[in-house]
Every structure is written in structure tokens, then in C-alpha cells.
């Protein structure tokens, strides 16, 4: 059966970025939302410490963007971080309109003017992190999930994996679509999509992500012709929690923000060696460290020691690491947390400008998936929630603007499967995941080197060409979606990573340790690949 679906706008992905697009556009857009599981299920939910913003009447715009652009090691456009952190004022104030309970300061409960309560993080020489207790992210994924759900122009669709974008005389057109629960790939067709689909971070062995993490916007975009910039900037959150049943389970910079202080296993402290700044150092500094103690000394681990808070104090303000350490036997207020790094967040991703526009007409990119110049070689801790929701709103203004002008979409083919047949061959997806994200922990992780990096691109270029083979013959699934995207934005770090030959940022190499005197963009170029074999590399 043909089924099809028509609307103005198609936003792949529910998160921040995705809802709060979907809300900034004027009530007579017909907009499409499209969820990889359940809402809330995505990387914005799990957020934990909260979101950057000049709030403060001793913190000023200025600031933060010079802590910006020196956690971006020379590598930010000054016009997107100068454009992100002008607007953070009036995005807080957005979201609070819509109904987002941001914690206020405790010590001032009869003031008129209500203050919010600020933390600080690395990198950031204010406390400027507003946040919902420890669950911020959540905080805002359900009211905006709220929002969403009672809007009359949005029709929201769960249980959908995005499979490829459709495009016709170099416009975007809409994508396909697998309807997970009925098994059969649907066509979107709109005038303009919108990706909001996250990073990439499954593509390592151990990560801080949902499941959905699997750079699948990313790889789409790649496919339909847009160009990407910096992958080889994947930043590792240094606190990771240690347990065999902690799955993913982020233990957030908030912590050290309050004081935290991390521990070598016979209770030393060794951040004070990396950096003058210690516990409070950016978190590229701070991943490093731990990986060096933990491969010098052969540990698991290390120890992140907030007990010398009050409990009601972490209650108040950690509820939820408190209640899940708990559950795992561990008491953060008597006892040190055992940490390690995990991959995190997607540094680079698909080039756009200011309005969110890729370099495919009708096509926009927001949030993790997009590359705006705001993180360069390394992002500051909470500039990425303050990111979806300001691109969301400017990516919004320019599509309402544009809307009428783009003419209906041309009829597409239906999606064709009957050359292809259902998989009795499984075990191959698990198999060649599972080696993927084995690989690229071990050669394209924290530390590079050259050989590291030649091996691990002569593995993807293997693994995808296995999985084009599948691909072709079987119907498609969710797993198959996710490795062969997987493995295409994995093979687009490695090559990144390959043409920097210098350390900057998270991109640190044991070949290249030093910094080059000017800062360049890593950029890829798709449509050289089909004349060469290869996509085509060019720092600028």
C-alpha cells in the first residue's frame, strides 16, 4: 500500500531543536513532526545540568562569548556565537512563557523580581547555567512535548525512522519514511524538512546517549549533497557513571560546579596537574586527564567526591543522580561516584548559516545535527540546549518568510521493495555494530595517532561495503537504518580527523601534539566523491 503524507513543513526529530520549531511557526503551517520512539525519549530529555544565558546583572553578553570562543580553541565563528548568546535572554524567557519551571534562588523567596537560580560549569567564568534541579532537559522536553501535542497545525508521529531525503532539480522534497510499527516505508512530501535529528555518539562503544544517537540526519544530508564540517570534534563527557547496570547514565558537570572534586582510587586528586583551573577546566581537559591517570595507573575508573555538601543540599539540587546512585548501593553523600569519559556530543555536523538553511534548497538543519560555528574545536558545557532553541527560533522566522514562495512538491515515486526480501541474516547487524563502535573507541577515541586512524578507516570502508550489500538485498529495519548511517558518518570523522594534522580542541593527536598557528574549518565536499571515490577534503 502507497501511503503518503502532505504538509508545509516535515521536522525529523523531537527533541528541543524539532519541538521548538514546530511551535515558532505561525498556527497556519500544516507541520509534520516525526519521532524516531515515544516523545521524550531523545537526548534533550536526559539532559542534565541545563542551559547558558546571560541572566546575571554581573555577567554580560561579552563574557560569554569570549568563554565561548576559548573553549572553541580558535575554531568558533564569532558571528554565531555573537548571534547565540544575544539571543539567550529572550530564549529563557520563551521558555518560560511556555511553561518551563526553571529553579529560583533559594535565599531571596519574598523578592518581587524573581532570580533564578545560576550554576557554574566549565569553561564558563559566570554562573550563568539555569537549570531545573538536575533534570533540565526534561524540564523543558515535557512542556514543549505539551505545547506540541495541543497545537491544532502540528500532527505528531511516533515509532518513525527517517531512511532518505527526496530531491528533485536539487530541492528537498520530503523523505522517506519506516513506519516501525507497521514495518512499510512511507513518503513525507512538504514543501520544506526541517532536520533535527541529533548527533552521532553511537558510534562509539561507550556513551552518555539514548539509543536514537546514531548521526542519521547526518548521513542524510551527506547522501543528498550537503556538505559537513568538523567531525573529528566529538566531545566525551569526562563523568560517565562506572557500574555494569548503569547504561548511559550521565553524571553531569553541575557537580564539579558545586565543588566536586575528582579522585584518583586511593583518594589523591590529579586535575590540579592538567590544569590551574582543576575540576572547573573545559571538559576536552578533563576527559584527557582521566584517560591519561586511568591508562598510567590501569584502572577502571576514577572518583568524582561531592560529600562534603550537605544531603539536603544534594537533594535539592542532584535528586536524580542522588536517586539513581542510590538505587545502585552507592550514597553520594558519604561516598565518591566512580566515573569515566563517554562519548557525548557532536561537535561538527551538516554546514548552515545563521537561519539553520544546509546548502540543499528546502532543506534546514538544526541542533546537534547542524554545524553553526558555535562549538568549534570544543563545546561549552550547556551552549548546546541555549543552540536548539535559538537556531529553532531563527530557522522558524526564515521558513514562515519563505513558505509561499516554494511550490508544491512534485509527485514522488512510492518506496519500492520488491526486489528485496525479509532477513533471516540478523546476527550480521549486531555483528558489524558492534565492531564498529569497538573500533572507533579504540582507534578514533580521546587519543589519535595516524595508524590508529588509517586502520580504523580501512575497517569502515569494509564494514560499508558489507552493509550496502545488505542494504540491497533485504528490507529495511530500524538497526539497519541506524548502522548504515552509522557507518557513513563514522568513515566522515575518520577523514576529518585524518586531514587535521594538528591537536586543537577535542581532536588530540600524539603525531601531530601541537597547534598550528590558524585555525581552520575541517570541510567535506559529497559531490566530489562521485567523480573520485572519495569525498573530497578542504580546511578553510
Excluded at 523543558?140 to 525512522?161: C, G, K, M, P, W
Aim: hydrophobic share 40%; glycine share 6%.
Amino acid at each position: 500500500m502507497d501511503t503518503r503524507h502532505f504538509h508545509d513543513v516535515l521536522i525529523i526529530g523531537s527533541g528541543a531543536a524539532g519541538l521548538s520549531l514546530a511551535l515558532h511557526l505561525p498556527d497556519s503551517c500544516r507541520v509534520a513532526l516525526l519521532s524516531k520512539a515515544d516523545l521524550n525519549q531523545g537526548s534533550t530529555y536526559w539532559a542534565q545540568g541545563g542551559m547558558a544565558a546571560v541572566l546575571h546583572n554581573r555577567d554580560t553578553v561579552d563574557s560569554h562569548v569570549a568563554d565561548t570562543l576559548q573553549a572553541g580553541a580558535g575554531l568558533c565563528s564569532e558571528q554565531a556565537v555573537e548571534f547565540t548568546v544575544r539571543n539567550s535572554r529572550h530564549c529563557v524567557e520563551w521558555l518560560v512563557e511556555q511553561g518551563v519551571d526553571f529553579d529560583l534562588r533559594e535565599d531571596q523567596p519574598q523578592q518581587k523580581k524573581r532570580e533564578f537560580h545560576l550554576t557554574m560549569e566549565g569553561g564558563h567564568s559566570h554562573r550563568r547555567i539555569i537549570h531545573a534541579a538536575d533534570r533540565t532537559g526534561r524540564a523543558i522536553s515535557e512542556v514543549l512535548t505539551e505545547q506540541a501535542s495541543a497545537a491544532d497545525n502540528i500532527e505528531i508521529f511516533t515509532h518513525r525512522v527517517a531512511v532518505d531525503l527526496v530531491t528533485h532539480d536539487e530541492r528537498c522534497q520530503g523523505a522517506y519514511i519506516l513506519n516501525q510499527r507497521s514495518g512499510r516505508v512511507e513518503l513525507f512530501q512538504a514543501r520544506t524538512v526541517v532536520l533535527a535529528t541529533g548527533g552521532a555518539s553511537k558510534a562509539y562503544l561507550y556513551t552518555s546517549n539514548p539509543d536514537g544517537a546514531s548521526g542519521d540526519g547526518i548521513a542524510m544530508a551527506w547522501r543528498a549533497g550537503c556538505r559537513v564540517a568538523n567531525l573529528e570534534f566529538n566531545q566525551f563527557h569526562p563523568t560517565c557513571l562506572y557500574h555494569p547496570k548503569a547504561k548511559s547514565f550521565l553524571i553531569t558537570e553541575a557537580i564539579r560546579g558545586e565543588g566536586g572534586k575528582l579522585l584518583l582510587p586511593d583518594g589523591q586528586r590529579f586535575m590540579q596537574h592538567f590544569d590551574p583551573r582543576g575540576e572547573l577546566a573545559p571538559r576536552d581537559v578533563v576527559a584527557r586527564a582521566i584517560d591519561h591517570e586511568m591508562k598510567r595507573l590501569g584502572i577502571d575508573c576514577v572518583f568524582l567526591d561531592i560529600s562534603h555538601q550537605p544531603r539536603e543540599f544534594l537533594q535539592t539540587h542532584f535528586p536524580t543522580i542522588m536517586s539513581r546512585c542510590a538505587e545502585l548501593g552507592i550514597d553520594i553523600s558519604a561516598e565518591p561516584i566512580p566515573v569515566v569519559p563517554a562519548a557525548h556530543y557532536t561537535c561538527g555536523g551538516i554546514i548552515v548559516d545563521t537561519n539553520g538553511c544546509t546548502d540543499l534548497d528546502n532543506l534546514y538543519a538544526i541542533g546537534e545535527a547542524s554545524s553553526t560555528g558555535l562549538h568549534g574545536a570544543n563545546r561549552m558545557a550547556s551552549n548546546s540546549l541555549l543552540e536548539c532553541i535559538v537556531y529553532a527560533e531563527s530557522a522558524a522566522q526564515h521558513i514562515a518568510a519563505n513558505l509561499q514562495r516554494i511550490a508544491t512538491p512534485n509527485h514522488a515515486p512510492a518506496w519500492d521493495e520488491s526486489q528485496v526480501t525479509d532477513s533471516d541474516e540478523d546476527v550480521v547487524i549486531s555483528h558489524n555494530w558492534d565492531e564498529l563502535r569497538r573500533f572507533m573507541w579504540d582507534y578514533v577515541g580521546i587519543v589519535r595517532t595516524n595508524k590508529r586512524l588509517q586502520r580504523a578507516l580501512h575497517r569502515v570502508q569494509l564494514l560499508q561495503s558489507e552493509i550496502a550489500e545488505y542494504y540491497g538485498n533485504y528490507k529495511v529495519s530500524n538497526d539497519l537504518l541506524e548502522l548504515r548511517n552509522l557507518a557513513m558518518v563514522a568513515e566522515l570523522m575518520i577523514r576529518c580527523a585524518i586531514s587535521r594534522k594538528e591537536s586543537r580542541g577535542l581532536h588530540y593527536t600524539l603525531d601531530y601534539p601541537d597547534l598550528l598557528a590558524e585555525a581552520r574549518d575541517t570541510i567535506l565536499y559529497p559531490q566530489t566523491s562521485a567523480a573520485q571515490g572519495e569525498p573530497d577534503t578542504q580546511s578553510a
